[in-house]
């Protein structure tokens, strides 16, 4: 049995849609079903995704007061009025702000642009920077990706004369900013048949506006934007995406190529997976640790030795970010691990001086995904008595909602069912932590605190071709909404497997489901080698790609997780020291038996492990057994299996004489022996056994144990080193004698446990655990 590292539902889609999309559409049976799997039950909804063109896209004067907008704009332009962009220091106000400043200096205009400061400014408009832009001169400012909470800070800018256009698409308050144009998809609610656009894509509508025609290309920067922001990959942002990764691949920008070589990515190859981890985590780096705006100057750069230089200094940010969440994260484990009340609680709240609130958000992300529990990350800062961070939820626990229950402690807090990001007074940190903990346990069931894994698509291997997985590349992108599949193959074997890698930690195996078969690979799964059991029925879950080597192009699995309900053997039978072994078993979950209570301390020796004579074995709270020596008899060993239940048997089988090769003499062996000794009336067995034994061809223990059989059965008498014939012995049959009896049941048992072939025995032992599970 292989335990899940989380609770999987494996979803079935309706297999009529399925041959319906797959009959009239032409599609692989994979792809229809991914398509039924994303709500497509009728050939128009899956054409909608599979052909999607310039239709998709909106008509960006649909937004209320895009004609405001654009008119105001136009007036900066005419008038050559100084005009500010205000963005943010994310990756999608870092492409928003690119949208909107290749746009308007495309226009002509005289226009500049700031990112407020993550740790000086905080996010969204700041008083001093509308100050600085006034004394600047600046007539116009246009917020992008961010404005529709600056209330307080629009209204003064407003008061010292400069015209405000908001451009967001945050949740909006119930008070809207005295902006005097506010362009956002979801204000007023209802207006604008889209309501999902990220910031990139609302600067990109009103570039589309003020250019009167598609603005192509700025594809790049909103399909980074929209993609880095976590926005539905559905309608016209879907259609944006398709449109900016094709300009990407073919992209002359020297940014694009910067990128790709920083990032070790190939141009021609990018999709979304290459935008969502390579390039927006390097974009977003650079504001989480300081100065974003190095970020516009990079993908605003035309030289190649300016991109070059900014793409290593993002680059070098991302290196940097990395090592500050790896400490964080290792600092925020120990202090979980270290506090069994926090460990136990149902929201974590963890809070540390000094620690980076840029990055606490990926640290609260990384600390759910191991202990799956809403969290909270906060960074102390004692001088001024405040506690700044991030949290992450998990699902039933509505993040916002429950940070709003909590208003009269947490001053400055906003998000969504999932993310939050917050300021609150140190000293009320631990009453935040208290309330929110009781708050989860009312809402919170057990089983809501168990990770759960959805998978929608469950394949066949027969159905697995390159054909198919090149077909499903193309129904991407895959985000939110529209996500990536997860697949299944079920009830499949592994027919070989190895470990890889330079420290052997990746797994390369071969599953099998008696048709077809699949080479797999599972990166950091290399523990799995020493679960995984051969014969097995398995689970396995996971992504499908194309493994091109030479030109040839193959199907391969990506293991995510794998999973078995049968109980598993491990043979380790012939290999002599159990100390060789042991070190690749999980020692913590196995009890060590053995049948011969003369092996105990040599094992215990051996293993440096308590071990326990099979006999005195209750019923044990271990998962798997070891079982180091032959029983004397199945039922010993059947009768030890009942009281344990074993998920687990790893098979030593240890013994001290094996009496299988030498066998077991026949009659004539016997009828030559005793003829043998009749012509001696008293014959030395321990002076002639060897000349004996060379001469019949058979060996010492051979003719020590007939010897036995005719002692115990009365047909010869033993004194000292000399064996007599009994005259007129009477008859019994060699069957009868106790050693005949136990050799015979030995044999038969080394046949079956001992040296049987690993199917045999994994049969017979079949057999024996449904006796045990009966």
Known sequence: MISMNKKWIIQHPNEQSVQHLQQQLKLSPIAAKILVARGCQTVEQAQKILTMDEQALHDPFLLHNMDKAVKRIEQALEAGEKVLI???????????????????????????????????????????????????????????????????????????????????????????????????????????????????????????????????????????????????????????????????????????????????????EINEETIGFYFGPRLNAIGRLGDAMPGVHFIMSEDSSTAKELAELLNAKNAERKNIVAMITEQAEAMIEADDEL?????????????????????????????????????????????????????????????????????????????????????????????LNKQAQSCLTAEQLIPQLTIDVPVELSEVTVEAIEEIQQLGPFGVDFAKPVFALEQVKVSAMRKIGANENHLKLELDDGYCTIDAIGFNKGYLFNDISYGVALSFVGDLQINEWQNRKKPQFMVQDVQSNEWQLFDLRGKKQAASWVSTIPKEDTLFVVFDEQLVPHFEQQLQLPVTLAEQVEKSDKRYVAVLDLPPSEVHFTKMLQRVQPQRIYAHFYTATSHYFSGMPTRQHFSWYYSFLKKRPSFSLQQHIEPLAQHIGLNVDVINFMTKVFFELGFVTIEGSLTTVVENAPKQALEEAPSYKVRSAQIQLEQKLLYATYSELKQWLDKQMMQVDS
Not at 137 to 163: C, F, H, Y
Not at 200 to 205: E, I, M, R, T
Not at 408 to 415: A, E, K, R, T
């Open 86 to 268: 205000y963005g943010d220091y994310d990756a999608d106000g870092i492409t928003s702000t690119a949208i909107m400043l290749h746009t308007l200096l495309d226009l002509g205009a005289n226009v500049d642009f700031v990112i407020p400061n993550r740790f000086t400014h905080g996010y969204g408009p700041h008083e001093q920077l509308f100050r600085d832009a006034y004394e600047q001169g600046v007539q116009l400012i246009i917020t992008v990706d961010n404005g529709i909470s600056g209330i307080g800070p629009i209204r003064l800018a407003k008061e010292l004369g400069m015209d405000v256009i908001v451009t967001d698409h945050h949740e909006a308050g119930e008070e809207l900013p005295p902006a005097d144009i506010i362009i956002h998809p979801r204000v007023p609610e209802g207006h604008y048949p889209f309501g999902e656009l990220a910031g990139a894509g609302v600067a990109f509508k009103i570039a589309h506006a003020l250019y009167g025609e598609i603005p192509t290309h700025l594809y790049e920067l909103v399909a980074i934007g929209t993609i880095a922001d976590l926005v539905p990959l559905v309608d016209e942002n879907r259609y944006i995406v398709q449109q900016g990764i094709k300009y990407l691949r073919q992209s002359q920008s020297p940014w694009v190529q910067a990128f790709c070589k920083v990032a070790s990515a190939t141009q021609s």
């Open 343 to 435: 460990k136990n609680a149902h929201v974590l709240v963890v809070a540390h001086e000094g620690w980076n609130p840029g990055v606490v958000g990926i640290v609260a992300s990384r600390l759910v995904e191991k202990y799956y529990r809403p969290t909270i990350v906060l960074s102390l800062d004692a001088a001024n008595g405040v506690a700044k961070g991030s949290a992450r939820s998990i699902e039933g626990f509505h993040l916002f909602n429950e940070l709003a229950k909590n208003r009269d402690i947490l001053p400055h807090f906003g998000g969504h069912p999932m993310a939050a990001g917050m300021t609150l007074a140190i000293e009320h940190v631990g009453q935040l932590q208290e309330r």
